[in-house]
């Protein structure tokens, strides 16, 4: 219609934050992170290396050995996942949050709390795998051949598939793209202390969107290096990318029909965790990791 105001283009996106500092404040900030989860990456897959023949999801069971793995060294491997996998995709609400940080004068360190409360909620999280990982990494070889296991793996699958259209998962994801408007509402006043509780807060919504693709790895394997790097790319794009509603739902479909798939075909599961046709060596690596 002639005569009528272009629509009004919006600001608050996960593109927009990479303008809302100077060029190199903005340069440094990210490369922080990405130094950061490039270490953590580094770090990750040497542990994969050294796990690579034991059992870390549901699907491996009775085809790699039992895993004896200390719980204070999963919770530290855990941590070290969740640098790797998430840091990458916070830059944004990183961005956003220095915004108003430099605007008070504030030093790094108060970006640092943000970040650190961010993470301190996936770290307590990780207390939710370890119990499902001391549940089953010492099932017995036999039970890779039962009609349960894969029924429960395949049902998680499905699970994590159906969540991707739920409208708890679509408000978790608004709120991580749309990184200044979250910064500005959920402001605790300034200093390190604020800043943290920012940074749970944020962490808590990130754990709404993102829970049910992490439940992913609970079956095919916490360590398997494949479906991590998989997974860290969908919550880069999911929290970046302008299509990312399309992308959530493809990510639904896909898993609510692989989920079904190994329900129907139980063989299909070992294929899909990445466990080869090779039998288990039961001995080695027993230990490594005590």
């Not at 860290?232 to 896909?254: C, M, P, Q, S, Y």
């Amino acid at each position: 219609m002639a005569g009528a105001p272009a629509p009004a283009q919006r600001t608050d996106t996960p593109r927009a934050t990479y303008s809302l500092l100077p060029r190199r404040v903005t340069a440094a900030v990210v490369a922080w992170l990405l130094v950061l989860a490039g270490l953590a990456w580094v770090i990750t897959a040497r542990q994969a290396n050294d796990m690579s023949d034991m059992v870390t999801g549901l699907g491996q069971v009775g085809g790699l050995a039992p895993n004896d793995m200390a719980i204070p060294v999963f919770l530290g491997m855990w941590v070290g996942m969740m640098v790797a996998m998430m840091l990458p995709a916070v830059a944004p609400i990183v961005l956003a949050h220095r915004t108003v940080v430099v605007k008070r004068g504030e030093g790094g360190g108060v970006t640092s709390a943000f970040i650190g409360g961010y993470l301190g909620v996936w770290s307590l999280i990780g207390v939710v795998p370890l119990l499902a990982f001391l549940g089953f990494r010492n099932l017995a070889a036999d039970a890779g051949d039962s009609l349960w296991l894969p029924t429960l793996a395949g049902g998680v699958l499905a699970v994590a598939g159906a969540y991707q259209f739920t409208r708890w998962k679509a408000l978790c994801l608004r709120a991580c793209r749309s990184p200044l408007q979250f910064v500005l509402t959920h402001d605790f006043g300034g200093g390190a202390r604020s800043a943290f509780r920012a940074g749970v807060s944020h962490g808590a919504y990130c754990l709404g969107c993102c829970w049910a693709l992490m439940a992913v790895l609970v079956v095919v394997g916490l360590m398997n290096l494949v479906w991590m790097v998989a997974v860290a790319l969908i919550f880069v794009a999911e929290k970046n990318w302008r299509h990312a509603v399309g992308l959530t739902r493809v990510v639904g479909v896909g898993l609510l029909a692989l989920g079904l798939t190994v329900i129907v075909h139980p063989s299909l599961l070992p294929t899909v965790s990445g466990v080869g046709d090779e039998p288990p060596v039961m001995g080695e690596h027993m230990g490594h990791m005590g």
